[in-house]
């Protein structure tokens, strides 16, 4: 009779453990070597931001830089307002910064121009609109030339009728005014008494005998003319760009008036005494309304 025990009898408990552990190792080197052949894909490119310090900005367009303006350009540098202080009028304001008075007045709005206030905040130089428009050149207008019936004479040429159109349009005064191409002259024949100081004489005493010819020193316009401005009895003042302009003091007779048109040695005045100890032209030329040297700018003699 065959036993059935043997098939049956429980396992070794040493042995069932080492059975248990090299399975563990088979199948520990299983997924090792199933490792090794698994292909890795590279990681996501992740797009970061370059930080603001590392950005450099890019150059700006040369057509969006704006454009200089014509005070800019021409290298003034004088304040655009002036606030009014004790003993000041509108006459000496204007000589001080080189403008007219009745410019002045316009650009403020002054229905008086003999009031102003201490304190009073005035605008002492042209708004930027009026500045376009002074500098813009003068275009003669465009003539068109038509054909000529026959047997009509003509009444001008082309060139001459464009000429004829361009002098009736051009102004008195040069528009080009923001430069230093003024051409000098001296405003009396008589002996220069007294030279510029800065500090004591804002110009030149030029002296002479009463009723002596006071002449333009350059191209311009009249901006005043009378005695208004304590110190300097009958004046004229001439403005020739934006740039400069002279002052005639201690006249006896003043021949022109204010907004008039003057040329280069044209007589303006005859020479006196007018709020002065003696006979004596005094003449200021002043570039954006400071004093300089006359004898710097007038022809040697």
Same mark, same amino acid.
């Given at each position: 009779?065959?036993?059935?025990?043997?098939?049956?009898? /429980?396992?070794?408990?040493?042995?069932?453990?080492?059975?248990?552990?090299?399975?563990?190792? $088979?199948?520990?080197?299983?997924?090792?070597?199933?490792?090794?052949?698994?292909?890795?894909?590279?990681?996501?490119?992740?797009?970061?931001?370059?930080?603001?310090?590392?950005?450099?900005?890019?150059?700006?367009?040369?057509?969006?830089?704006?454009?200089?303006?014509?005070? &800019?350009?021409?290298?003034?540098?004088?304040?655009?307002?002036?606030?009014?202080?004790?003993?000041?009028?509108?006459?000496?304001?204007?000589?001080?910064?080189?403008?007219?008075?009745?410019?002045?007045?316009?650009?403020?709005?002054?229905?008086? /121009?003999?009031?102003?206030?201490?304190?009073?905040?005035?605008?002492?130089?042209?708004?930027?609109?009026?500045?376009?428009?002074?500098?813009?050149?003068?275009? /003669?207008?465009?003539?068109?030339?038509?054909?000529?019936?026959?047997?009509?004479?003509? $009444?001008?040429?082309?060139?001459?009728?464009?000429?004829?159109?361009?002098?009736?349009?051009?102004?008195?005064?040069?528009?080009?005014?923001?430069?230093?191409?003024?051409?000098?002259?001296?405003?009396?024949?008589?002996?220069?008494?007294?030279?510029?100081?800065?500090?004591?004489?804002?110009?030149?005493?030029?002296?002479?005998? &009463?009723?002596?010819?006071?002449?333009?020193?350059?191209?311009?316009?009249?901006?005043?003319?009378?005695?208004?401005?304590?110190?300097?009895?009958?004046?004229?003042?001439?403005? =020739?760009?934006?740039?400069?302009?002279?002052?005639?003091?201690?006249?006896?007779?003043?021949?022109?008036?204010?907004?008039?048109?003057?040329?280069?040695?044209?007589?303006?005045?005859?020479?006196?005494?007018?709020?002065?100890?003696?006979?004596?032209? =005094?003449?200021?030329?002043?570039?954006?309304?400071?004093?300089?040297?006359?004898?710097?700018?007038?022809?040697?003699?």
């Amino acid at each position: 009779m065959t036993t059935t025990q043997g098939l049956h009898a /429980p396992m070794n408990p040493s042995r069932w453990t080492s059975t248990r552990t090299l399975g563990l190792w $088979a199948v520990c080197a299983a997924m090792l070597l199933a490792g090794c052949k698994t292909v890795h894909s590279p990681a996501p490119v992740e797009e970061r931001a370059t930080s603001a310090s590392q950005v450099k900005p890019a150059a700006a367009p040369e057509a969006a830089k704006p454009a200089s303006t014509p005070a &800019a350009t021409s290298g003034d540098a004088r304040p655009a307002t002036y606030t009014v202080k004790p003993g000041d009028t509108l006459m000496r304001i204007a000589l001080e910064s080189g403008q007219a008075w009745r410019d002045i007045a316009r650009w403020n709005g002054m229905d008086n /121009p003999n009031v102003i206030e201490v304190g009073q905040v005035l605008r002492v130089m042209p708004p930027a609109a009026e500045t376009a428009v002074a500098t813009k050149p003068v275009t /003669p207008p465009k003539i068109e030339t038509k054909p000529l019936d026959a047997g009509t004479k003509p $009444a001008a040429s082309a060139p001459a009728a464009s000429a004829a159109a361009s002098a009736s349009v051009a102004p008195a005064v040069p528009a080009k005014d923001n430069d230093d191409d003024v051409q000098w002259a001296w405003p009396a024949a008589g002996p220069v008494a007294t030279p510029f100081d800065e500090s004591r004489n804002k110009g030149l005493a030029i002296t002479g005998k &009463a009723g002596d010819p006071v002449y333009a020193a350059a191209d311009g316009r009249v901006v005043y003319a009378g005695s208004g401005l304590r110190g300097y009895g009958n004046l004229v003042i001439v403005k =020739h760009n934006a740039t400069y302009l002279t002052a005639y003091a201690h006249n006896q007779t003043l021949l022109v008036k204010e907004d008039q048109v003057v040329r280069k040695g044209q007589k303006i005045a005859e020479m006196g005494s007018s709020d002065a100890e003696r006979v004596q032209l =005094h003449f200021e030329v002043r570039r954006q309304g400071k004093p300089v040297d006359p004898t710097k700018l007038l022809p040697p003699r």
